[in-house]
């Protein structure tokens, strides 16, 4: 089992649509928490850290459940160039972070 | 231009051969890590550094690889005696510590091709 799991997907939504992605991770030591984004053959760019208290910035929603070990982030109103793949990262220890394999967004007109 | 940047952006080599691969992190960055990252899969870790002292290293990282940071600054990942399984893109990333700490920004990587 690895130790960040996410759902691969792909998500194929239409513009305007609300989708949620979870993720769930194994080491229950773990510290810090976030959502990047990486579009095709480019670079993760962060895209949001995740508090325990849950966090908003514009249409994104990112929440953590530390006692089910799980992440979501909840994308209102989809535009076109929110299709990307979302990594969900883990961060294990002070230093070491651990990516999921990504959720892959497609978002259609 | 104050962001991660990596060099060099693609290398072709043939099996066997070593190569080198440099980043440059952010400048006030404290901490730079080296991952890999292959088709359909998350970045994977390979290892980071505080300043100048390396950390952590995965098992991953047979001894054909070697990263450095020898002044705390740019950072050199080598790789020995190519493997075609090495054929990835290799991606560094840097952060700071405390704040908003360990949120880590990415280069845009080397894509190594091992023929």
């Known amino acids: 089992r690895k130790e960040v799991e996410q759902d691969p997907g792909p998500f194929n939504v239409p513009e305007g649509a609300t989708v949620a992605f979870n993720c769930t991770y194994s080491n229950s030591a773990s510290q810090s928490f976030f959502w990047y984004r990486q579009d095709c053959r480019k670079e993760p760019k962060l895209l949001m850290s995740?508090?325990?208290s849950g966090n908003e910035d514009g249409r994104f929603t990112a929440q953590l459940n530390r006692a089910s070990q799980y992440i979501s982030l909840l994308i209102r109103d989809s535009k076109l160039s929110d299709s990307a793949t979302y990594l969900c990262v883990v961060n294990t220890n002070a230093g070491k972070s651990t990516f999921g394999d990504g959720t892959t967004l497609t978002v259609k007109p | 231009d104050t962001g991660v940047s990596q060099n060099p952006r693609h290398k072709i080599t043939k099996r066997g051969q070593n190569v080198t691969f440099r980043c440059d992190p952010i400048s006030e960055h404290n901490r730079l890590y080296w991952y890999r990252q292959t088709l359909g899969q998350g970045p994977e870790f390979l290892t980071y550094f505080q300043n100048e002292a390396q950390l952590e290293k995965s098992r991953l990282l047979s001894d054909r690889f070697s990263a450095e940071r020898p002044k705390g600054s740019f950072s050199t990942l080598e790789i020995q005696r190519t493997e075609q399984g090495d054929s990835a893109m290799y991606l560094c990333a840097s952060s700071m510590t405390g704040g908003s700490s360990y949120e880590q920004y990415f280069g845009p990587g080397t894509r190594l091709t091992v023929t």
């Open positions: 995740v508090y325990s």
